[in-house]
Nanobody, 124 residues
Framework: QVQLVESGGGLVQAGGSLRLSCAAS????????MGWFRQAPGKEREFVAA????????LYADSVKGRFTSSRDNAKNTLYLQMNSLKPEDTAVYYC?????????????????WGQGTQVTVSS
């Protein structure tokens, strides 16, 4: 089992920045690839970013590429998502997720463990 707790969401103006954190406990964090997903009201949950077990390989959705950066600190069992140049369309509940195995994936169904989510609201 892996327990995940997100933090760092909030209200920010367009063009601003936020950093989300995801604290992991339970099974060895460093063995798992991790991902960030988001879900806006009335929409399906969508892929945002993923990072492999070591942090060397990252994947991003086209909509956030160049603006968001995912990183991890395995010594602290923590995953991060730095979000810059935020837009109103980035408004959503953001979830971190862990998958079995160390390879990053964009596929939601490959992730086994999920946090409770943190709200990000970007005002225009």
């Amino acid at each position: 089992q892996v327990q995940l707790v997100e933090s760092g969401g909030g209200l920010v103006q367009a063009g601003g920045s936020l950093r989300l954190s995801c604290a992991a406990s339970g099974r060895t964090f460093s063995n798992n690839a991790m991902g960030w997903f988001r879900q806006a009201p009335g929409k399906e949950r969508e892929f945002v970013a993923a990072i492999n077990w070591s942090g060397v390989t990252t994947l991003y959705a086209d909509s956030v590429k160049g603006r968001f950066t995912s990183s991890r600190d395995n010594a602290k069992n923590t995953l991060y998502l730095q979000m810059n140049s935020l837009k109103p369309e980035d408004t959503a509940v953001y979830y971190c997720a862990a998958k079995s195995g160390g390879y990053a994936s964009v596929e939601l169904k490959t992730y086994n463990y999920w946090g409770q989510g943190t709200q990000v609201t970007v005002s225009s």
